[in-house]
């Protein structure tokens, strides 16, 4: 028996913006790529981070990122943009996300998130609903 994939994908497009002068992606945007699809992923789930802070006063933050660039993306490609969860935690969240054009590894990542207290910025539980909802998507 294999594992269900729950791998999020995300469509995104390189536009000028995104490139340095030879047309290549500036390393910092696949970061930005990288948190559009978090965002939208968790949005999907119906755990949008808008709705999350207002509803209980918790935040995303980025606490750790380990990334490796293997080729260049380069102006106007589609990109393949990734996100799955690895391992959920009382105030944190292992996520694994890769870019591909179509079947080229361009980058891959490991990122810590935390949940804070939006108001005092300290350590605050994940709401056990979206604990909960993260932990299947690792099944």
């Not at 802070?53 to 980025?62: A, F, K, L, Y």
């Not at 490796?68 to 694994?96: I, T």
């Not at 939006?118 to 539980?125: G, I, P, Q, Y």
Request: with cysteine.
């Amino acid at each position: 028996m294999t594992k269900q994939d729950h791998t999020y994908h995300k469509r995104v497009r390189v536009y000028y913006e995104h490139t340095d002068a030879g047309g290549v992606v500036y390393h910092a945007n696949y970061l930005n790529f990288m948190e559009r699809c978090r965002c939208d992923w968790l949005q999907e789930m119906g755990w949008g981070v808008v709705r999350m802070q207002q509803e209980t006063g918790i935040m995303w933050v980025v606490h750790e990122i380990n990334i490796q660039y293997h080729h260049p993306a380069r102006l106007f490609e589609d990109l393949d943009v990734q996100c799955r969860a690895l391992q959920v935690g009382k105030v944190s969240l292992l996520v694994e996300q890769k870019i591909y054009n179509k079947e080229h590894l361009l980058c891959t990542a490991t990122l810590k998130l935390a949940t804070l207290d939006a108001t005092s910025f300290k350590l605050a539980a994940m709401p056990k609903q979206l604990k909960q909802m993260l932990a299947k998507c690792i099944e």
